[in-house]
């Protein structure tokens, strides 16, 4: 093991020397990357059922069973996996929540959801000095089968609206609450299996929607990101929250652009993507979406840190946070750690 340890130890000194040929210091770029904290997901822990109908079906073409063996069945059991995850991770960090990880003893409609649904998890979070993230659900509810905030059912519409309106007012509180700025990403499920005739009215409507929930007037404790969806069971040809669409949104409103580094991006490609968007987009915020697997690499880090160094346009855009993604059924602690501590080195490009 030592003979190990001071292999590791050498081969991290050698390429120090090759970074520090180019102008990056290695260990101003690490000491950087374990001050800013990552936020996991939790609905690995559980194969994304949560507890508001955990019997219920898993939709919105998310490709998970939702039934490995030994998945939390309530929010105590998905608080200890998760302490014991911590306990072995290192690095700061914080927790992202869904809506349907709610704790109430009677049935709660998405539109009705209160920061009280989750006063344990902020009060867990206290005692394991983290701060919380959020997102709407809008997938696995009747109300979501054919779209949520393109529908063009008005009465549908504005019931996803609701939702993520409320989902902001629990993400201010998990701000107010934590002392530190909530994340509330938002990521819909629409989309089609062919191409429609009309592909502009649906994405008009989510544009129309996003500009309500966005215009909600709440507080400065958290921030809005959009995600784009690629495809999914039953939308392979079409989505109307296209990575294109909330680029151009991201840009205009000025909210959080989540980029999907496991979906849209090839773990290679991933540095030259961001540069592209970060020569347009000074002083803006961006959010990463990693694969849990790590696809993304240290030496993608230090590249970025070499143009920081040379003092590009990019040094000016901030990354505010990074979300792991899951891999469908995998057991919570095997996903959850690595993907916690391998893009620990890599996730926060440029922050």
């Not at 939390?72 to 059991?77: S, T």
């Not at 998405?110 to 919380?132: C, M, S, T, Y």
């Not at 000016?316 to 993907?339: D, F, K, N, Y």
Request: proline share 4%; aromatic share 10%.
């Amino acid at each position: 093991m030592k003979g190990n340890a001071r292999n590791i130890e050498s081969a991290y000194e050698l390429a120090g020397e090759l970074y520090a040929a180019i102008g990056v210091d290695t260990a101003s770029a690490l000491k950087r990357l374990d001050e800013i904290p990552i936020s996991i997901h939790c609905w690995q822990g559980d194969d994304v059922r949560g507890f508001e109908n955990p019997d219920g079906d898993l939709t919105g073409g998310i490709q998970t069973s939702g039934n490995y063996p030994g998945r939390a069945r309530n929010a105590d059991e998905l608080r200890a996996d998760l302490e014991v995850v911590l306990a072995q991770v290192a690095g700061r960090k914080r927790l992202n929540l869904h809506a349907i990880y709610l704790e109430s003893d009677t049935p709660v409609e998405r539109d009705a959801i209160e920061p009280r649904h989750f006063e344990q998890w902020v009060k867990w979070a206290k005692a394991n000095d983290l701060g919380l993230d959020f997102n709407p659900t809008c997938f696995s509810y009747p109300l979501s089968e054919k779209a949520t905030l393109s529908h063009s059912d008005a009465a549908v519409r504005k019931f996803w609206i609701d939702h993520c309106i409320a989902s902001r007012r629990i993400s201010e509180y998990f701000g107010i609450e934590l002392g530190t700025q909530a994340v509330m990403n938002i990521w819909i499920p629409d989309g089609d299996k062919d191409l429609p005739a009309d592909r502009l009215g649906p994405r008009k409507r989510l544009m129309e929607a996003l500009d309500e929930i966005v215009a909600a007037s709440i507080g400065n404790h958290h921030k809005i990101a959009v995600e784009g969806k690629l495809f999914g069971i039953g939308s392979e040809s079409y989505t109307a929250g296209s990575n294109d669409f909330y680029l151009a949104y991201a840009v205009t409103r000025k909210v959080l652009l989540c980029l999907d580094a496991g979906t849209f991006i090839r773990p290679k490609m991933w540095p030259t993507r961001f540069r592209r968007r970060s020569v347009i987009w000074t002083r803006f915020f961006f959010m990463f979406h990693v694969q849990c697997a790590g696809t993304l690499t240290t030496s993608s880090f230090l590249t970025m840190q070499r143009w920081q160094s040379r003092r590009r346009l990019c040094a000016q855009t901030r990354c505010h946070a990074c979300t792991l993604a899951w891999t469908s059924s995998m057991r919570a602690s095997t996903a959850w750690r690595p993907g916690s501590s391998v893009p620990e080195t890599c996730a926060r490009l440029c922050c």
